[in-house]
């Protein structure tokens, strides 16, 4: 850049910015933005606020005491513990799949890539019924199950399995890009450092990748915490014992109490505002990050 | 304290990168394996370094025979070592001060003594300054003086670099140069690979110097 200054060039592109082709209009601007914000209105902000105006309808005790109700709390418990069960195992997965498949060459990578998708691919109806098949009583291990006196459908471990399914794809797949574009460089500079591998892993690769994966807890959290179609397959239903809060939100609709459904509906729709908040904050913090590097 | 024993190195698929070798190195030596790309250079210093076993032969590091210890004495073999490599290896997301943390932490050591040991070791490659900047900001030199400074943070017996100044201009090669001679001025074994031996090498170091030339992964005279 010899014989223009930083100045002169900075004025130069600021010149270019103001006469690009590719600025519209105020008014192309302003259409779009409009029909943005009428789109997102009409089918994300609407029925949340009819959520919460549903569940307060019949005041705030009946929504308290919906919320408090032994079925609703079971739920609730339920629901906490298919997470906290399914987000660590598919967070250890996830890590494990990712580095193998962005730090190493190996025979059939592409069939671990493809299974990894499968749970996007299959309706979760689908997950839930190919549970039933080989645990249900009339599946493959059913009998097995049922002379050891073990239960996996219509009980607490074909949700959290059901759970695990539908949600392993999440931490992996937000993972593998992110360390495939970091490459092994870092790991092999602690190696010679003479790191073992579980120091590389804690020392280098995870605080690499902690930005990723804690996005990626988040999404698999929310749809833990969310699934409909395959924990309501392998469920049963059972009142105060093997329903979800998505199952009992059904129940209660079903059986026109809307007050209730409502109420119940409202604390997943508050979980969800909770996990957009953090998905925020954690994007805004990687984002942060990555100016840090860059300018510094 | 460093013995290599009619050591071969074939990798799979490949013919013998280093063949039949033996050659011994002793504290506070200066040795400079020196030949033409693909003689065998990196090999061999990977060989000493427990980063590669032999395929046949012994090499002794510290009496050690590395091709009987466990995979997972491995990494403990390799903290006696201080590597530099001609293309850094740093850690680009980390600053300089992390950059360097890196093999203390390794070894366990943390918290106040780290920063004592991290801040010596920027001091003496005239880094100090820049603790706080990323490496990608540093100039070729003085990245690979980083590297020099977390080779020896943990105080390694013996340093080991490949191609130290492959990438640099005269002056910061001679730069470079000058902090490993000083580190073999204290005692610390010094393992230098390149194409040919430096020019302006002090007086003073040519009596514990060795060189080791390497042709197509032998040893010639």
Request: hydrophobic share 50%.
């Amino acid at each position: 850049m010899s014989g223009i200054s930083t100045t002169q060039f900075s004025k130069y592109n600021a010149k270019i910015a103001k006469n690009r082709a590719t600025s519209e209009p105020a008014w192309v601007r302003w259409t779009l933005i409009a029909a943005a914000l009428l789109y997102l209105s009409l089918f994300l902000f609407m029925p949340l606020a009819a959520v919460f105006t549903e569940a307060l309808r019949k005041g705030v005790d009946t929504y308290i005491s919906a919320l408090v109700d032994a079925d609703a709390l079971s739920a609730m418990k339920l629901t906490f513990i298919a997470a906290l069960i399914a987000v660590p195992l598919n967070l250890v997965f996830g890590v494990a799949a990712a580095w193998a498949i962005a730090k190493f060459e190996f025979k059939g990578k592409s069939i671990l890539i493809t299974l990894i998708d499968l749970p996007f691919a299959v309706s979760p109806v689908i997950a839930g019924l190919i549970y039933v098949l080989i645990f249900g009583l009339q599946g493959w291990f059913g009998q097995w199950l049922s002379d050891h006196d073990l239960k996996v459908i219509f009980a607490i471990p074909g949700i959290v399995l059901a759970t695990i399914f539908v949600t392993f794809p999440f931490v992996a797949r937000e993972l593998i890009p992110l360390m495939q574009a970091q490459g092994k460089d870092e790991e092999e500079a602690a190696l010679v450092l003479g790191a073992s591998g579980w120091q590389i892993l804690w020392r280098v690769t995870l605080p690499n990748i902690k930005w990723g994966l804690l996005y990626g807890v988040i999404l698999t959290n929310a749809r833990a915490m969310g699934e409909f179609g395959a924990v309501s397959v392998v469920s049963g239903h059972i009142r105060g014992l093997t329903n979800t809060m998505p199952l009992h939100v059904e129940i209660l609709y079903n059986e026109y109490n809307y007050a209730a459904a409502f109420a119940a509906a409202s604390v997943l729709a508050l979980l969800a505002l909770v996990t957009l908040v953090l998905k925020s904050i954690v994007e805004w913090y990687a984002a942060r990050s990555a100016r840090a590097i860059e300018q510094n | 304290m460093i013995k290599f024993d009619r050591v071969s190195k074939r990798y799979p698929g490949s013919f013998d990168a280093i063949k039949n070798i033996t050659f011994e190195i002793n504290q506070g030596d200066l040795v400079f394996v020196t030949g033409a790309s693909g003689a065998g250079k990196s090999t061999l210093l990977k060989l000493i370094a427990g980063l590669e076993r032999p395929t046949s032969g012994t090499v002794l590091i510290n009496n050690q025979n590395v091709s009987q210890l466990k995979a997972a004495a491995i990494p403990y073999l390799r903290r006696n070592f201080g590597l530099i490599f001609q293309d850094h290896k740093l850690l680009y997301n980390r600053n300089c001060f992390e950059n360097v943390a890196l093999p203390l932490h390794i070894n366990g050591i943390l918290g106040e003594e780290a920063a004592k040991r991290i801040r010596a070791a920027l001091d003496k490659v005239g880094l100090l300054s820049k603790e706080k900047s990323m490496p990608i900001t540093l100039s070729g030199g003085e990245q690979q003086r980083l590297a020099i400074a977390r080779a020896v943070v943990s105080r390694p017996a013996i340093l080991i670099a490949d191609e130290p100044t492959g990438n640099l201009d005269e002056n910061y090669a001679t730069d470079i140069l000058g902090f490993l001679y000083a580190f073999q001025q204290v005692g610390v074994t010094v393992i230098i690979a390149c194409h040919e031996l430096p020019q302006n090498i002090p007086e003073n170091m040519q009596n514990a110097m060795k060189v080791l030339h390497l042709q197509h992964g032998e040893l010639s005279a």
